[in-house]
């Protein structure tokens, strides 16, 4: 009888012992679980801001594209309307200088 007694108390202790074992295995599974899940949702929103952001500066590269496109042929035209400009003044300067009869020292 004794020896049933302890063969009772001794399987009552391990198994509560083998649900604590596995209860808390399984509770550090599933906050693993959770944290991988937490780490892909996260990794998740990083590629998608990454995505936004190489649109952006796509469209951003087009646009300088674009607006250089447009910035030279106006920037080519000013030059030569102040190359004109520049030609005008000296003609002007060289005719007030031969009816006056002064040499011109351009710089």
């Known amino acids: ?5 302890n063969f009772l108390a001794e399987g009552f ?5 083998t649900a604590l074992i596995i209860g808390e295995a399984w509770r ?3 906050n693993q679980s ?3 899940s937490d780490v892909n949702d996260s990794i998740e929103e990083l590629r998608i801001q990454m995505r936004e952001l190489v649109e952006r500066l796509r469209t951003r590269e087009e646009d300088a594209a674009e607006d250089r496109r447009q910035y030279v ?4 035209y000013m030059t030569l309307l102040n190359s004109k400009a ?3 003044s000296l003609l002007a300067s060289w005719a007030a200088s031969s009816r ?3 040499e011109v020292v351009v710089g």
Do not use: H, I, W, Y
Request: proline fraction near 4%; include cysteine; hydrophobic fraction near 25%.
């Open 13 to 17: 202790l391990f198994s509560v012992a």
């Open 28 to 30: 550090s599974s599933r």
């Open 73 to 76: 042929p106006s920037l080519t």
């Open 100 to 102: 006056s009869g002064c």
């Open 34 to 36: 959770k944290q991988r």
């Open 1 to 5: 009888m004794e020896n049933g007694a």
């Open 86 to 88: 520049d030609t005008r």
